[in-house]
């Protein structure tokens, strides 16, 4: 369980915590406002190998965090 928290923190919270970072500087700091953060996951994501749940769960998570990030 201690791994696999560290895999989540790692490649799903990061990515999270510096989603919401670029989104807030899009909206009040870049002017005009406005973005397009681009993310970069992982195929394991999508289709995992025998033995990597853990990872797999991390990254395809990330996936769908990022769907909802862009700011136009």
């Not at 919270?13 to 989603?19: D, E, F, G, K």
């Not at 005009?32 to 995992?48: E, I, R, Y």
Request: proline share 4%; hydrophobic share 35%; with cysteine.
């Amino acid at each position: 369980e201690e791994e696999a928290r560290k895999m989540f923190d790692t490649n799903f919270w990061s990515a999270v915590s510096i989603s919401r970072e670029a989104v807030r500087f899009f909206r009040e700091e870049n002017k005009p406002c406005g973005g397009l953060l681009l993310t970069n996951s992982s195929q394991g994501g999508v289709a995992p190998l025998p033995g990597f749940s853990y990872y797999a769960a991390s990254k395809h998570g990330t996936i769908f965090s990022s769907l909802n990030t862009n700011v136009f």
